[in-house]
Nanobody, 121 residues
């Protein structure tokens, strides 16, 4: 069983920072591309940032220059550093990863349970 578990969310004032983590656990062969999504109340889930296994990154325009995605393949963990936070960044943040459970199987998509980020004064 593969699990992705997020942590690090919370309440922060505008202009503040948070660091989200997403750790993969269970038995698997390899993790490929990973990503962070977010979903605000009443809105659709949107892609925030992606990172390849080789650490190439892409960002949504709304977070460029403020958020940084990174990963540690030795810890099977992906991070999202959130700086200069705005009230409109308030959402549940989810991590997603392409996980290959064995060398004989194609990778499947796995999701974490989400962590709440609230930006408010």
């Amino acid at each position: 069983q593969v699990q992705l578990v997020e942590s690090g969310g919370g309440l922060v004032q505008p202009g503040g920072s948070l660091r989200l983590s997403c750790a993969a656990s269970g038995i698997f062969f390899r993790i490929y591309d990973m990503a962070w999504y977010r979903q605000a109340p009443g809105k659709e889930r949107e892609l925030v940032a992606t990172i390849t296994r080789g650490s190439s990154t892409n960002y949504a325009e709304s977070v460029k220059g403020r958020f940084t995605i990174s990963r540690d393949n030795t810890k099977n963990t992906v991070y999202l550093q959130l700086n200069s936070l705005k009230p409109e960044d308030t959402a549940v943040y989810y991590c997603q990863g392409g996980v290959q459970r064995s060398s004989l199987q194609p990778p499947n998509s796995y999701w974490g349970q989400g962590t709440q980020v609230t930006v408010s004064s």
